[in-house]
């Protein structure tokens, strides 16, 4: 019982999806850096997103450790792939938060 507690395995793999959707609809370079808070790219991202978040909580409960891993998985992949930290914790925040 208690091992399962801390068996996050399903939760890493969704933040690391979670993030490849990221790094899939928007690029590192051109325009959409300079205007991705601002773009429609950026909000249906966003939005597919949320519906990626919504599916995956109302399937399992997560505990603290569990979301954590969540959040922690998603944010390594994007700085593992050059995101700018700021942008990257402005993210994992806005995930926290929708989980």
């Known amino acids: 019982m208690w091992f399962s507690w801390f068996d996050a395995r399903e939760e890493k793999q969704f933040g690391q999806s979670l993030a490849a959707i990221l790094i899939e ?5 051109g325009p959409a850096r300079n205007n991705r808070l601002m773009g429609k790219k950026h909000d249906a991202m966003l939005h597919n997103m949320m519906e990626q978040i919504s599916s995956f909580t109302r399937d399992r409960k997560m505990n603290t450790y569990k979301k954590a891993q969540v959040g922690n998985a998603f944010k390594w992949a994007l700085k ?5 930290s700021e ?4 993210l994992t925040n806005w995930l926290m938060l929708k989980i």
């Open 87 to 90: 942008y990257v914790d402005q």
């Open 25 to 29: 609809r928007l690029s590192l370079e």
């Open 80 to 84: 593992n792939k050059g995101y700018d």
